[in-house]
């Protein structure tokens, strides 16, 4: 009985105007998002090979030198530069990827962004929003699933259809079932094949390189879509169950759909930076500044009552100024954490967010890469003035009034040059992370589900 | 008179049904949320602001020595009204631009902020007018023509002697109303809340701004109304009108305009910013070397160690390092020819959507555009200038001082006395230093900037129009 619900459900749905459209589109738009996505991936691709071919080049250039302590002076002048590998699922779900540099310098404290950048680059690509999977499924899916299902009860009970299927002895619930199971079939599967048409195209055409885990985390995040899509299915079918004519079914739709993924995730982040406000960097670095210069008038008052200083209490005032230093800078960054979290848990009252932060943390592009990324600099730098302050130590230099001379010619090794790594999840990883937001979105799924069930039951057909 | 019975009836109609009510409700919830929130976050901004303003100037009051002008100063960009409304291009609402002698600016790093507001659009006035409106707009008119069809009404209607044109155009007037009478409310409401909660002063530009953000909207959701008009009187079922016309929507307001800049980088593509700089480095090395090597030649050929006393030879060094120099600007050059060649290409093509011309309307309209970003860097780039020349003219006030305190040996002795006189002179305090002086553009000149899309959008207007009268000529009432 179920099947033969479930294969008029697709009939009816197949031979429809609103299907051969919806397909035509659909198929387009992910081939058409993957094909640019993926050939942006690939030119950012040659971009970062080339880049770090140039830091090696530079790397045994200076290895090379046949003087030394010329050698040290430029090893010593050299900002190297830490290249950030783009992340290859950003294909699917761009996320922060376009919003964090490809490369740090190992010198400033924080990369700078020069006058030049301000102006070089195409402004048309911030101004709009990125067509990846991600974006498809979140804002085009929902709504051609949506569109799919906003009259298939009360659509059916306007046109008499209704009436005379359930005259016959067919259960409600098989019924409802029956079309949940068809209309979704009818919609995830187009979406499965352009899915897979992009698939192929990616790997094909290798503007990205597959491996196991890649293709995990493309499976995996093809599997989140189709949930999302069943989510926005069973709201559709929820308000088809509660709504008696076709016409205000698809008001309230889209109506659901304007607030639910135009509205709800993106005024949380706004809501939540004025709900748990933080002090603007600048003002935190002024108050940085600010210690630092206590510590040196303390350091003058010394120096005025004892004229050789008293190193004990020098000491002593340094370690204080670097200890509030650290506590200012926990207490900035437990602040933005605060924020970053209210704003998550706000946007996740619409299953956009959910998704969103589903698909990009398997993608390993959501907050984490922020996170990971902001911590690989900071070790990266770190590590640089270690590696500088360790010539220093060792007494390898003589400070003549020619310059520096170095004792040991072979003082210098490549390999010894600090690298940029930044932490990336694996796959198992990330999947358990997303598993929070997986499961919301099936809550959703099932909660409306029932609801509709529980509507239909008492649905008046005449 | 017969058109203002039709566009009566066609009113009537709109007003007592649900999509009405709907519009109303999705209008005032929105546009009043957005600008709460915005307005709020704006207050934040100028607190914000006003702290940073204090912070840059102590900066530079607490300073005593001339080097340190060589560092640079900090400066802050005026808060732009506007934004309540339109966040436009720039990330926040305030921002510190570290200035420097000679052309270089440092600007904050962009990434060094919450991250989850780079993963979501801003809900602001551009937002809500381009695409939920757009969307109310279309759901209004979906089934002005093919609904009476079906139902019949049409067929009742047109059997008086009523010209189809004047029918038409009724329900364009009538419908249109109907969808700006909710938003108008709600606009002039959201104004007011915006107006109450901040200290912004309604006063010319701001008005001004206001006032054609309005009208432009209207224009913009004119031509949306009229593509659904024009959908609707090709359709004969009210669901094949509205399934057409959210894929219409789909293709014209969501997907043209976010692939388009993706487009046009496969066809014009772009070197990467660090292989221009890679250029410029190699460049530069090369001519270092080769400098070196000259100047070595020269001490051979000369015998002599100090080559620079000979003026031929300095001369051609100089020439040497002119041309370098021109070298690498043509390098920079082309790079930002290229830049700008995409940019420009990538808002032709998005311009196929009625939805481009909107925004980058908006954003122009509310100073928050490219050509404001353009001047607000150039401006920058002069207060460099200036802060350069203020940083000479120091130095010179400073060394003066030294030589008039030099003996004859050379040596420099300054007594404290004299150190305490100096410094009370106040020949040392920076307090006379330039302030950055930024205006936002003038309305006129924003006006003149949107011109072309303005006049996009009428065509866009015009053009849905007379395609729904065409169409509507010929549509036939007996199905």
């Known amino acids: ?111 700078l962004v020069s006058s030049d950048d301000r102006l070089a680059r195409n402004v048309m690509l911030d101004i709009f929003q990125t067509p990846d999977l991600a974006y498809v499924v979140n804002v085009v899916l929902s709504l051609l699933a949506l569109l799919f299902v906003f009259d298939s009860v009360c659509g059916e009970k306007e046109r008499g259809t209704l009436k005379v299927l359930l005259s016959n002895s067919v259960p409600r619930d098989s019924v409802l079932l029956g079309k949940w199971v068809g209309g979704y079939l009818s919609i995830a599967t187009p979406f499965a094949v352009a899915v897979l048409g992009g698939f192929l195209y990616l790997s094909l055409s290798g503007a990205i390189q597959f491996d196991s885990e890649g293709v995990g985390r493309f499976a995996a995040i093809t599997a989140v879509s189709f949930l999302h899509i069943a989510a926005f299915f069973s709201l559709g079918l929820f308000i088809s169950t509660a709504t008696h004519r076709a016409s205000t079914a698809l008001l309230m739709s889209l109506m659901v759909w304007i607030c639910w993924i135009l509205v709800v995730p993106n005024v949380a982040p706004v809501v939540a930076r004025l709900a748990a406000p933080v002090a603007s960097r600048q003002v935190i670095d002024a108050e940085l500044r600010a210690i630092d210069r206590e510590a040196d008038l303390l350091h003058q008052a010394i120096r005025k009552r004892k004229v050789y200083g008293d190193e004990k209490e020098s000491e002593r005032i340094d370690k204080e100024a670097e200890h509030s230093k650290k506590k200012l800078e926990q207490f900035y960054e437990d602040r933005l954490t605060r924020q970053v979290t209210l704003g998550k848990n706000l946007a996740r009252l619409s299953p956009s967010a959910s998704y969103l932060f589903a698909v990009t943390r398997i993608a390993g592009t959501g907050s984490t890469q922020f996170d990971n990324f902001r911590a690989a600099v900071y070790r990266f730098q770190e590590e640089h003035s270690e590696y500088q302050r360790s010539f220093w130590d060792s007494n390898l230099v003589e400070w003549g009034s020619g310059g520096p001379t170095v004792k040991r010619d072979d003082w210098f090794d490549a390999a010894d040059v600090p690298q940029f790594a930044m932490y990336q999840e694996n796959f198992n990883e990330a999947v358990a992370a997303a598993l929070f937001d997986i499961l919301l979105l099936a809550v959703i799924t099932v909660l409306f589900f029932m609801l509709s069930f529980a509507f239909f039951l008492r649905y008046d057909i005449t | 008179m017969l058109l203002i019975h039709v566009v009566r009836k066609e009113l009537l109609d709109q007003l007592r049904s649900l999509r009405f009510a709907i519009t109303c409700g999705v209008c005032l919830v929105v546009l009043m949320l957005s600008s709460i929130v915005l307005t709020r976050d704006y207050r934040e901004a100028q607190s914000t602001y006003n702290m940073n303003r204090v912070i840059h100037r102590n900066d530079l009051e607490q300073r005593t020595d001339v080097r340190s002008l060589w560092e640079g100063v900090t400066v802050d960009r005026p808060l732009n009204p506007l934004n309540t409304m339109v966040r436009g291009l720039s990330d926040g609402l305030t921002e510190s631009v570290k200035i420097q002698p000679g052309n270089r600016l440092d600007f904050p790093e962009r990434w060094e902020q919450n991250p989850i507001l780079a993963l979501f659009p801003s809900v602001d006035y551009v937002f809500i007018v381009g695409i939920i409106m757009s969307l109310l707009a279309l759901a209004l008119s979906y089934d002005s023509v093919s609904a009476e069809a079906e139902s019949g009404v049409l067929r009742l209607l047109m059997s008086y002697s009523v010209p189809r044109d ?93 692939t ?104 122009d309209l509310a100073s928050a555009g490219l050509a404001q970003e353009e001047r607000y860097v150039a401006s920058l780039k002069a207060y460099s200038e200036s802060w350069q020349a203020y940083t000479e003219e120091k130095q010179k006030i400073w060394e003066d001082f030294m030589d008039s305190r030099r003996d004859d040996n050379g040596r420099v002795l300054i007594s404290s006395e004299d150190m305490e006189q100096f410094r009370r002179d106040n020949r040392l305090g920076f307090s006379d230093a330039p302030g950055y002086d930024f205006a936002y553009m003038s309305f006129a000149d924003r006006l003149s900037e949107v011109s072309l899309d303005l006049l996009l959008l009428v065509i866009w207007n015009i053009l849905f129009f007379l395609l729904a009268y065409l169409s509507f000529l010929r549509y036939e009432l007996t199905g």
């Not at chain 1, 008029?8 to 397909?23: D, G, P, Q």
């Not at chain 2, 041309?323 to 311009?351: H, P």
Request: aromatic fraction near 10%.
């Open chain 2, 260 to 363: 388009a800049p993706y487009f046009v980088g496969q066809l014009l593509p772009l070197p990467s910013r660090e292989s221009i700089d890679r250029e410029k480095q190699a460049m530069e090395r090369d001519a270092l070397t080769k400098f070196q090597q000259m100047i070595k030649d020269e001490q051979e050929r000369t015998s002599r160690e100090d080559v620079w006393a000979d003026e031929a030879f300095r001369v051609e060094i100089e020439a040497r390092q002119q041309n370098l120099q021109e070298e690498m600007e043509k390098v920079d050059g082309s790079f930002g020819a290229q830049v700008r060649s995409q940019t420009r290409w990538s808002g032709i093509v998005a311009r196929i959507s009625p939805l481009t011309s909107f925004k980058l309307a908006a954003f």
């Open chain 1, 1 to 111: 009985m179920l099947i033969l619900q479930i294969r008029k459900e697709i009939v009816y749905n197949v031979l429809s105007f609103r299907f051969a459209a919806t397909y035509v589109l659909l198929f387009l738009l992910v081939l058409v998002s993957m094909f640019l996505m993926g050939n942006e991936h690939r030119t950012r691709m040659e971009h970062y090979t080339r880049t770090e071919a140039a830091q090696r080049n530079r790397l045994e250039e200076l290895s090379k030198m046949p003087d030394a302590s010329q050698q040290y002076r430029e090893v010593n002048q050299e900002a190297f530069l830490g290249v950030r590998q783009p992340e290859g699922m950003s294909v699917l779900a761009r996320g922060l990827e376009s919003s964090l540099p490809t490369q740090v310098s190992s010198r400033q404290h924080w990369a």
């Open chain 2, 166 to 258: 004047t029918v038409l155009l009724g329900k364009w007037i009538g419908g249109y109303i109907s969808l700006m009478a909710p938003f108008t409310v709600a606009f002039v409401l959201s104004v007011l809340v915006s107006l109450l909660y901040s200290e912004v002063e309604l006063r010319g530009n701001v008005a001004l701004g206001l006032l054609s953000l309005y009208g432009l909207a209207m224009l913009y959701l004119a031509a949306i109304f009229s593509l659904g008009l024009f959908i609707s009187s090709c359709t004969r079922l009210a669901s094949t009108s509205i399934t057409v016309l959210l894929l219409v929507w789909v293709v014209f307001i969501l997907a043209i305009p976010n």
